[in-house]
């Protein structure tokens, strides 16, 4: 058995084919690791948790962060993916004349309605070799938050999985404290 060797795209090339029109300007798609990959449909369940959880950040932290919900946040020269929500430094230019960088990102925050195996895998992969220390994906489904924190080159070394019974504190800002089950759906009591 033979390596391929495989070609992986740059962020500029990425952005050109995009301005040339092989990539069309509504397709769902994101560079992780010099691949483009697609983005999954997002479904009612995954949309209302986005909004429940950019209510409840800003709520929270107001001025202190920029939430980002859907955009880039360019991590190196090969990975350029759209998170659902992202707690950046606040910019006076709301980032016009860049993406965030790691170094601008406090959190990032996927919501997992279909995309549980990409979230917990290449994307997790994908932060941690670019050093983002608070990366979170919440899981709609089974109703749990999985925490990742303490980024290396071999992945993240802290992973913890939350029910929506527990609280948690984004790690810049330890004084503010999230219950996981207030970005889910209500639970229905009879």
């Known amino acids: 058995m033979t390596l391929l060797d ?13 301005e040339i029109g092989i990539l069309d300007e509504d397709e769902r798609v994101e560079l ?7 983005m999954a449909a997002k479904g009612t369940a995954h949309s209302a948790s986005v909004t429940r959880t950019e209510k409840l950040v800003n709520n ?24 659902d929500i992202a707690l950046v430094v606040p910019d006076p230019l709301y980032y016009e004349d860049h993406h965030p960088t790691p170094s601008e990102v406090y959190l990032i925050i996927e919501v997992a309605d279909r995309t549980l195996r990409k979230d917990l ?40 999985v939350l029910g929506d019974d527990a609280s948690i504190s984004p790690l810049q800002f330890p004084d503010i404290s999230f219950a996981v089950r207030d970005m889910l759906r209500p639970l229905i009591t009879t």
């Open 60 to 83: 929270r932290l107001g001025n202190r962060v920029l939430v980002r919900l859907q955009d880039p946040v360019r991590l190196n020269d090969n990975s350029e993916p759209e998170p």
């Open 6 to 18: 495989i070609r992986l795209l740059t962020v500029q090339e990425y952005h050109l084919m995009a």
């Open 121 to 160: 895998g290449i994307k997790a992969t994908t932060y941690a070799l670019s050093g983002i220390a608070d990366y979170w994906v919440l899981d709609v489904n089974d109703r749990k938050l999985h925490v990742f924190r303490e980024p290396s080159q071999d992945g993240y070394q802290s992973i913890a």
């Open 32 to 38: 992780l690791g010099g691949q483009i990959v697609k």
